[in-house]
């Protein structure tokens, strides 16, 4: 999985001011940089402040880990001791299954509650209608109703950005179009953009494009002639532009996997 936790640490801390008030129903004025005390997980992901003195604690997941509770718990405990305030938390799930994570860890005498919320319930026009980047980057995560018109929305929106701007935002949205399975459509729209964005050649961008292509084509392969061989796998992971290209235009003529590769 690639970088989503950094990149959308620096989203939030950059600007997304329209998916921040859909998570926290308000705005963080400035965000504190701060380290835990040692504990088991010293890592908070994004501790701010709002304009009205409040503590937010905004903590990313992409998958659903049985030790949230314990976690949320340390996390809350650990801001305690540096800002003597005790954090309003929001555990902000980014992942594929289902959200299953607990709201509370409850104890004999013992209470810490927090805020669960699926990125996927998330309005995904407000995001995407918002003047900041930041905002329509995110909303590739969240249930868009047509993936392809959202993400040249989005992608359209990177084209009016500085060239700095732009490639900063496209490698972010392609970093989070991977948890939904979307950097090769990513691609694709980055290649009709108005102010065109070698994909191949980018240092970030091509080799998450080309392992986005292969890994298609890989399943393609394995649904019309069922497991690949050593040899076939082999050859397909050491496949670059075009031949990837190639073969994924020869494989719906091909009768086996020997004529396809031959």
């Not at 405990?77 to 994570?101: D, K, N, T, W």
């Amino acid at each position: 999985m690639q970088n989503y936790d950094a990149t959308l640490k620096q989203l939030f801390r950059t600007g997304a001011t329209a998916a921040l008030r859909e998570l926290t129903g308000g705005t963080v004025e400035r965000w504190l940089d701060v380290e835990l005390p040692r504990v088991q997980n010293t890592r908070m992901d994004l501790l701010g402040e709002t304009g009205a003195g409040e503590l937010i604690h905004i903590e990313l997941q992409s998958s659903n880990d049985p030790a949230m509770g314990v976690r949320m718990s340390e996390y809350a405990l650990g801001a305690y001791r540096i800002c003597h305030r005790f954090p309003r938390q929001i555990l902000v799930y980014v992942g594929q299954e289902p959200l299953s994570m607990p709201v509370e860890l409850r104890g004999d005498r013992f209470l810490a509650q927090w805020d669960a919320i699926d990125i996927r319930d998330v309005d995904s026009e407000r995001l995407l209608e918002s003047q900041a980047i930041g905002d329509n980057v995110i909303a590739i995560l969240t249930p868009l109703r047509d993936q392809r018109e959202a993400v040249h929305r989005i992608v359209a929106r990177c084209a009016t950005l500085t060239p700095t701007g732009r490639q900063t935002a496209m490698e972010q949205l392609i970093v989070l179009g991977g948890l939904r399975r979307l950097e090769v459509l990513v691609a694709e729209e980055a290649r009709r953009m108005p102010v065109y964005i070698d994909i191949n050649e980018n240092r970030v961008l091509g080799p998450i494009f080309r392992n986005g292509e292969r890994n298609i084509i890989r399943r393609m392969l394995q649904k019309r002639f069922g497991p690949l061989p050593e040899w076939a796998e082999a050859r397909l992971t050491a496949m670059e532009n075009p031949a990837l290209e190639e073969l994924g235009e020869r494989l719906l003529d091909a009768a086996s996997l020997e004529e396809l590769f031959g």
